[in-house]
């Protein structure tokens, strides 16, 4: 099975070598590499013409359009039927692609048609020492899976067939954030399941992920523009009122990661003005109260426990979570 896989960048030329270097190291035979740069000028171009087999595609916007539309352009010059996106500050273990097509096989004709993606866990490393594990939470019926227990997603752990991207209509070009929730999203409304596999085969390097600016509210309007395209649909789902709460409960969540962040690096104006629009737009006070908590204790207790104890705990929290949903328990 061919997979193609989509390289993005910008501006971090050390950083998409190490990406690209993870993909060439795979071991399934049949991978195409299209890499794509945002505009930026970096000598990536030279330097893959020295080092990239033949067959490997270079891309430049010429001008920043954003992570959408370079994947969009990915989707529309994929030779695969599976496509999966690599941001440049992640890498691969050598056998995520053999993973993903070998799971992929398992299924059959019709539940390969109606599998959107499939997603592995993530090994977030800070200084290059592991520091925890991520599984995703979504599984099966992504509009059930999002209706139980939110919209969950993890950096460059999906591979996408590539028609049911095109029949959802690829990824929104409005959209500045969120896009990887959205496209969630969209393959909710379009009847799609995702298939998970709870092996950690991408790194993610929590100390070079970058925020999209310094500017906080330029990232709460980016939020409020994703949650304003789907709140009809979050309204369809749990009706008028429960669906605005949906919609208000997920701002605060992603408020509340935001402000600790601003917390603990100091920047005590924008963590006061991000938890101003949080009880603004959410006035649940316990609620927010709660979200805050999680996130500080996430950010300096959780990351110092041994890996495989927070391995233990999730998958944990997740079976209870899900033997309560079995149960009709909400």
Same mark, same amino acid.
């Given at each position: 099975?061919?997979?193609?896989?989509?390289? @993005?960048?910008?501006?971090?030329?050390?950083?998409?070598? !190490?990406?690209?270097?993870?993909?060439?190291? $795979?071991?399934?035979?049949?991978?195409?590499?299209? +890499?794509?740069?945002?505009?930026?000028? #970096?000598?990536?171009?030279?330097?893959?013409?020295?080092?990239?087999?033949?067959? #490997?595609?270079?891309?430049?916007?010429? #001008?920043?359009?954003?992570?959408?539309?370079? !994947?969009?352009?990915?989707?529309?010059?994929?030779?695969?039927?599976?496509?999966?996106?690599?941001?440049?500050?992640?890498?691969?273990?050598?056998?995520?692609?053999?993973?993903?097509?070998?799971?992929?096989?398992?299924?059959?004709?019709?539940?390969?048609?109606? #599998?959107?993606?499939?997603?592995?866990?993530?090994?977030?490393?800070?200084?290059?020492?592991?520091?925890?594990?991520? /599984?995703?939470?979504?599984?099966?019926?992504? &509009?059930?899976?999002?209706?139980?227990?939110? @919209?969950?997603?993890?950096?460059?752990?999906?591979?996408? $067939? +590539?028609?049911?991207?095109?029949? +959802?209509?690829?990824?929104?070009?409005?959209?500045?954030?969120?896009?990887?929730?959205?496209?969630?999203?969209?393959?909710?409304?379009?009847?799609?399941?995702?298939?998970?596999?709870?092996? %950690?085969?991408?790194?993610?390097?929590?100390?070079?992920?970058?925020?999209?600016?310094?500017?906080?509210?330029?990232?709460?309007?980016?939020? &409020?523009? =994703?949650?304003?395209?789907?709140? %009809?649909? =979050? $309204?369809?789902?749990?009706? &008028?009122?429960?669906?605005?709460? /949906?919609?208000? $409960?997920?701002?605060?969540?992603?408020?509340?990661?935001?402000?600790?962040?601003?917390?603990?690096?100091? &920047?005590?104006?924008?963590?006061?003005?991000?938890?101003?629009?949080?009880?603004?737009?959410?006035?649940?006070?316990?609620?927010?109260?709660?979200?805050?908590?999680?996130?500080?204790?996430?950010?300096?207790?959780?990351?110092?426990? %041994?890996? /495989?104890?927070?391995?233990?705990?999730?998958?944990?929290?997740?079976?209870?979570?899900?033997?309560?949903?079995?149960?009709?328990?909400?």
């Amino acid at each position: 099975m061919l997979v193609t896989v989509l390289v @993005t960048t910008y501006e971090r030329l050390d950083l998409a070598k !190490r990406a690209i270097k993870s993909v060439l190291n $795979q071991n399934h035979p049949e991978t195409e590499l299209l +890499v794509i740069e945002d505009g930026s000028k #970096t000598g990536l171009q030279d330097w893959m013409n020295d080092n990239s087999p033949t067959g #490997t595609k270079y891309h430049n916007n010429k #001008t920043n359009k954003g992570l959408a539309a370079s !994947r969009n352009w990915g989707i529309d010059n994929a030779s695969g039927e599976y496509i999966a996106f690599l941001d440049d500050d992640d890498e691969w273990k050598p056998n995520l692609l053999n993973e993903a097509v070998a799971n992929l096989n398992t299924l059959n004709q019709k539940e390969k048609s109606t #599998t959107g993606a499939i997603s592995f866990g993530i090994e977030l490393m800070k200084n290059n020492k592991t520091v925890a594990y991520g /599984y995703q939470k979504n599984s099966g019926n992504l &509009e059930r899976s999002i209706k139980s227990i939110g @919209t969950f997603t993890l950096s460059s752990s999906s591979l996408y $067939q +590539v028609s049911a991207l095109n029949a +959802v209509g690829k990824f929104d070009e409005k959209l500045k954030s969120s896009i990887d929730h959205d496209i969630w999203m969209s393959l909710a409304i379009g009847g799609y399941s995702v298939l998970t596999v709870d092996k %950690p085969l991408v790194t993610t390097h929590i100390n070079l992920r970058t925020r999209l600016t310094n500017n906080p509210m330029y990232r709460l309007k980016n939020i &409020e523009a =994703y949650l304003n395209k789907w709140l %009809p649909a =979050y $309204q369809k789902w749990f009706g &008028e009122k429960n669906g605005r709460d /949906y919609a208000n $409960q997920y701002f605060a969540r992603v408020a509340s990661n935001l402000a600790i962040n601003h917390c603990l690096r100091g &920047e005590l104006d924008n963590f006061t003005v991000v938890v101003k629009k949080m009880f603004k737009e959410n006035p649940k006070i316990f609620e927010n109260l709660k979200f805050l908590t999680e996130s500080l204790l996430r950010e300096t207790l959780f990351y110092k426990m %041994p890996p /495989y104890f927070i391995s233990f705990i999730r998958k944990l929290l997740r079976k209870n979570k899900t033997a309560i949903n079995e149960a009709g328990i909400k």
